[in-house]
Nanobody, 127 residues
Framework: VQLVESGGGLVQAGGSLRLSCAAS????????IGWFRQAPGKEREGVAC????????YYRDSVKGRFTISSDNAKKTVYLQMNSVKPEDTAVYYC?????????????????????WGKGTLVTVSS
């Protein structure tokens, strides 16, 4: 099983960035894919989640309207489009997969219990 994130980097406040998560080794269509982030000194938190079986999406309030999660089941890749980024979005962003669980449970949680994890990609937003 592999989840490989890419697309992180340095971006100015107000700018945009697109993260990608390439998955392999499991039944992608049957899984929920979540993006989590962890800022220095803070607990990991859910950001967005997509249910691959039906395409439903879920977002934490702090990113709603600015971030968009999408899934390309044919490419087994999940994207996180980040627009109007803020300095408080600075964190390591992780992609994670879970066969069970609810979308809200994943977004509002800290990721404990998720089945698989990527190694993360760093997003730094300068003010």
């Amino acid at each position: 099983v592999q989840l490989v994130e890419s697309g992180g980097g340095l971006v100015q406040a107000g700018g945009s960035l697109r993260l990608s998560c390439a998955a392999s080794g499991f039944s992608f269509d049957d899984y929920r894919i979540g993006w989590f982030r962890q800022a220095p000194g803070k607990e990991r938190e859910g950001v967005a989640c997509v249910i691959n079986s039906d395409g439903s999406t879920y977002y934490r309030d702090s990113v709603k309207g600015r971030f968009t999660i999408s899934s390309d089941n044919a490419k087994k890749t999940v994207y996180l489009q980040m627009n109007s980024v803020k300095p408080e979005d600075t964190a390591v962003y992780y992609c994670s997969a879970d066969e069970g669980g609810t979308g809200w449970g994943i977004v509002l949680g800290n990721g404990d219990g998720m089945d698989y994890w990527g190694k993360g990609t760093l997003v730094t937003v300068s003010s």
